[in-house]
């Protein structure tokens, strides 16, 4: 039997997500569907900043600043739960560098050279904070002396001649945050689906067919959206409407258990220029240093991950940059690493390709009776901002009208997120007799939807040996948030794997959980917790110091 729908998204990262919420608030009749799972792809491997842009500037692009810093402002307000202020320093090698290749760049210049100097980030850092005037909720931007950033931050080389600190921000959860973005769009609307593990496997044209663990099904969209990040061409080849939308480029990252370190950042980013003029940046990440990133041209997003050398390339950045720290590979705790879906450019330097979003549409034709509309580029921040541009166009096509504006919407936690966290925590561990330190642990991880976990918890939560997550806890998860493998649950709904606290044998005692959540006979977990530890050890260079048997 085909279902008539109004919309289709093919693709649930952080694009399609907000889109297939924006557009259940309207009461459009959609459905999200991703071959994997709930931001699984793309969106699981960004750098976990929510920032305005501030290299940008230099690019000329100050209508995405505009729109980035407000963006951010936002998802502060409306995230509070998963988006948190990162205060951030750029330390400074020279006072005059760097101002004529700014120029140039400005110009259309595609190899001016990355270095800048203090009168060049004191002019930027200035535009910085009158484009984030909007909704702000953080402090202007400083310009240090060297005597005080060294203080500040004792390891840091001495070469510097000073250092400028402004305020961006980071998302603890970013998996967490799509998925959140799609129950919403479920809440508002009952009658739209979300589909995860579900496969599109032809059409006629008119009919697109799906196949995931539902079994088959068949839908007759009136619109299509691609919102498949580095796959849109292959999916818009799927669909009969060959594309080169996509040129994709790859960014790696390395988490490290250092407490050197996080002690000398003292929860501060650092946003630094390598030897080589790259940018990088390092940042207290869930009690790990975060390291990244790269930016490499690539192609297959099916195969990537970070490499050896990329890895050498951090650390050698990282001892330049704080000569007064040790770095090497033993510190590392997990890696990852995704492909930008940035637009198809011939750009002589990646880092220049712009971070700007677009939504082409393939005309329908007379083999195809929907047009589809593809999510190319963009970046994690703007999200919202991209998805009300594109449901407004559907909307408008659709014959139907916008009914709630999403720039105030809270997103999943942070619905009635309270003002006083220990307040809501000390009346939730009286409602619920779990004890006050594990309401405002929970209220942190997963704002106002702690209230449920804590319900299911009750006063004796069975903690998993290695972690600080309780079996009850990821039984709930399990059972509300569409968990179909052990690696969703690890990797995306959690934070167990990224943060390097997984151990193997509570992977094993997770694999047991699951299994009697989902029904899973043992040969079926047997499989799961084989590849998941796998993908975890080969991919992400895990290390699983505890054995356990499977």
């Not at 040129?247 to 990252?253: A, D, E, F, P």
């Not at 921040?381 to 916008?402: I, K, M, P, W």
Request: net charge neutral; aromatic share 6%.
């Amino acid at each position: 039997m085909t279902q008539d729908i109004d919309v289709l998204i093919l693709g649930a990262g952080i694009n399609g997500a907000g889109l297939f919420r924006d557009l259940c608030e309207q009461g459009v009749n959609a459905v999200i569907v991703d071959k994997a799972d709930y931001g699984g792809g793309t969106s699981a491997a960004p750098s976990r900043l929510i920032h305005g842009g501030i290299k940008y500037l230099e690019t000329g692009e100050l209508r995405l600043v505009a729109q980035s810093t407000l963006e951010r402002n936002l998802l502060l307000k409306n995230a509070p739960h998963l988006v948190k202020p990162l205060p951030t320093v750029i330390p400074i090698f020279s006072w005059l560098r760097g101002i004529g290749p700014a120029l140039r760049t400005l110009m259309g210049s595609t190899t001016a050279p990355r270095s800048r100097g203090a009168v060049l980030m004191k002019a930027g850092l200035a535009m910085y904070d009158f484009y984030g005037r909007r909704h702000r909720v953080m402090p202007r931007h400083q310009l240090w002396s060297r005597a005080r950033a060294l203080r500040e931050i004792p390891p840091l080389t001495p070469r510097i001649k000073a250092a400028g600190q402004y305020y961006d921000a980071a998302v603890t959860l970013p998996e967490r945050l799509v998925w959140e973005l799609v129950a919403d769009g479920l809440r508002a609307n009952p009658a739209a689906r979300a589909l995860n593990h579900t496969a599109l496997t032809g059409t006629d044209g008119d009919v697109i067919h799906l196949t995931g663990p539902q079994g088959a099904l068949s839908l007759r969209p009136r619109i299509v959206v691609n919102a498949a990040g580095p796959w849109i061409d292959r999916v818009n080849a799927a669909l009969g409407a060959p594309t080169r939308m996509i040129g994709g480029t790859k960014g790696s990252h390395i988490l490290l258990d250092h407490p050197g370190l996080l002690a000398a950042l003292n929860g501060r980013m650092i946003y630094f220029e390598a030897d080589d003029g790259r940018i990088c940046l390092v940042f207290p990440y869930l009690d790990r240093a975060l390291v990244g990133s790269t930016d490499i041209r690539a192609d297959d997003p099916d195969d990537v991950a970070c490499d050896d050398a990329e890895i050498a390339y951090f650390l050698d950045a990282l001892r330049g940059l704080l000569p007064g720290l040790h770095f090497d590979d033993s510190q590392i705790v997990y890696a990852y690493s995704g492909i930008r879906p940035l637009p198809a450019s011939d750009a002589a330097n990646p880092g220049l390709i712009s971070r700007d979003h677009s939504a082409p549409e393939v005309a329908p034709d007379a083999n195809r009776r929907w047009p589809i509309i593809a999510l190319v580029g963009g970046k994690w921040t703007t999200f919202r901002g991209f998805a009300e541009e594109v449901a407004d166009d559907l909307l408008a096509r659709l014959n139907a009208s916008r009914r709630i504006a999403t720039n105030r919407l809270p997103i999943g936690g942070g619905r009635d997120y309270p003002a006083d966290a220990g307040a809501w925590s000390d009346d939730a561990a009286r409602r619920t007799l779990a004890a006050p330190a594990r309401a405002r642990h929970l209220l942190a991880r997963y704002g106002t939807t702690a209230a449920a976990i804590l319900a299911a918890e009750g006063a004796a939560p069975i903690m998993l040996a290695d972690s600080d997550y309780s079996e009850q806890e990821l039984d709930w998860i399990i059972r509300n948030e569409q968990v179909g493998t052990l690696a969703d649950l690890v990797m995306r709904r959690t934070a167990l794997a990224v943060t390097g606290h997984l151990s193997a044998r509570d992977l094993a005692r997770i694999a047991d959980v699951c299994a009697a959540a989902l029904d899973w006979d043992a040969a079926r977990r047997h499989r799961e917790l084989k590849e998941t530890q796998a993908m975890l050890l080969t991919r992400h260079r895990l290390r699983m110091d505890q054995a356990a048997s499977a």
